[in-house]
């Protein structure tokens, strides 16, 4: 099976062929290419800790700095026990990716620690954030490169982390890292952002399709942050959310769901499975949800959730992407061949990474926004990304994630050449 990182250089390697009858000079574009297929810094350290018991432990820890040729490098970091060097340099690739697609200042960057956080204690946690801050210290800050949460990461970790940094620097510096409590300098909005700017795309396309929100069915699979803010947001603007699920299995009504009653029963009971069983509600398997006749499947949760071993059986009209990479290429393959419309990831779920980007801006300008303020700021670049991506996808009549990918590639690689760096 092919890596992540392979994964990520193929990806661009494949719209290559598509740009390069964009420039006069083709050694200088394939030699862009070739380069914006490497890591520009990939740092890895072995942090010991001490244990609650007294014990020392030692933790793989990684942060991939791919490209700042368009800023300062940006992006997560997950506490993960499959977190390894291949899977941080991907995600630091999609991220320059995922910057560019919506036209943000920045590169991609990502950095984790081999780590199952529920086997630590809070103090232990916080010993391991730390250090792990410090090991970190001399290669970023606001205008080198910008962590934020991601996986079993969040405000907190980042507070740890925040902290240890400004002891190392000796001043304070809040725009070093993003998805920060709102006392410590977080944004309004930050905690629907990703869910949020999927509800945007949703609405951008629908206007494309002339398709009715009233009439236009979505099943989510993932009922985590971004599959519930995405639903709760998508079915108060007039969508109809028939179907939604967690880990175990969803809950499906083709009348249509009260998305604020069934999270307030989440929160009671659990999951969906016993959700059902109390309220003698339809309970589905993820695979029944992924295959329901609906006009949008919007996948929230895991990776390679559509294969081509699944993609035959899928009758949604239109993927909307909120997790990251839920469709393989095989699959996306299939699902084109049958006339299908893949709205891709580094588009869809962008919407996180954008209000990350705008509380680096108010860290900066020691100013904060109001929420309303970041969700019009939000709609205009989520907006005008999709845009961006349906003209290049309708004139060069290739897919959505092909289009994106142009947008995107066509953005780094001029800084690149701007910049002489080839």
């Known amino acids: 099976m092919i890596s992540a990182f392979e994964n990520a250089k193929k990806q661009i390697g494949a719209v290559s062929g598509i740009l390069i009858k964009d420039y006069a000079d083709k050694t200088v574009f394939n030699k862009t290419i070739i380069r914006l297929k490497k890591i520009d810094n990939f740092l890895k350290k072995e942090i010991k800790i001490k244990l609650d018991n007294g014990k020392t432990k030692t933790f793989k820890a990684y942060r991939s700095q791919h490209n700042d040729a368009r800023g300062p490098y940006k992006g997560g970091i997950r506490f993960h026990p499959n977190v390894d060097e291949d899977e941080v340099k991907a995600l630091s690739t999609w991220m320059s990716i995922k910057c560019a697609v919506v036209n943000i ?18 103090k232990e946690l916080e010993r391991l954030t730390r250090e792990y801050a410090k090991f970190l210290a001399p290669h970023i800050g606001p205008w080198v490169d910008v962590p934020a949460p991601d996986v079993n990461t969040d405000e907190k970790i980042m507070a740890w982390a925040l902290d240890a940094y400004e002891k190392v620097i000796g001043r304070h510096a809040p725009a070093t890292f993003t998805g920060k409590a709102i006392e410590l300098g977080g944004s309004m909005g930050r905690t629907e952002a990703t869910g949020q700017g999927g509800a945007y795309i949703l609405d951008s396309y629908a206007d494309h399709q002339g398709l009715i929100p009233s009439n236009t069915t979505i099943a989510i699979q993932g009922f985590g942050n971004v599959g519930f803010w995405f639903s709760k947001i998508a079915s108060g603007m007039g969508y109809k959310i028939v179907a939604v699920s967690d880990s175990i299995g969803g809950i499906y009504n083709k009348k249509g769901l009260d998305i604020d009653k069934l999270a307030k029963l989440k929160e009671k009971f659990g999951s969906f499975a016993v959700i059902a069983k109390k309220n003698k509600l339809k309970l589905i398997s993820n695979d029944e949800l992924l295959n329901l006749d609906v006009d949008i499947l919007a996948p929230a949760a895991l990776e390679n959730a559509i294969t081509e071993k699944n993609a035959r059986e899928i009758k949604a009209k239109t993927i909307l992407e909120l997790a990251n990479g839920p469709t393989t290429p095989e699959g996306e393959e299939i699902l084109l061949k049958g006339k299908k419309h893949v709205l891709p990831d580094v588009l869809c779920n962008a919407g996180g990474v954008t209000v990350s980007y705008f ?40 897919s959505y994630r092909k289009a994106a990918y142009v947008l995107a590639v066509k953005r780094i690689i001029d800084a690149m050449i701007l910049r002489g760096r080839v």
Request: glycine share 10%; proline share 3%; aromatic share 8%.
């Open 105 to 122: 200042p920045y590169g991609g960057g990502k950095g984790g620690i081999s780590v199952n956080p529920k086997d630590l204690s809070l």
């Open 359 to 398: 509380e680096w801006v108010q860290n900066l300008h020691g100013y904060n926004w109001t929420k309303a303020k970041v969700n019009r700021e939000l709609k205009k670049v989520m907006e005008r990304a999709f845009e961006e991506v349906h003209t290049i996808s309708h004139q060069r009549k290739i």
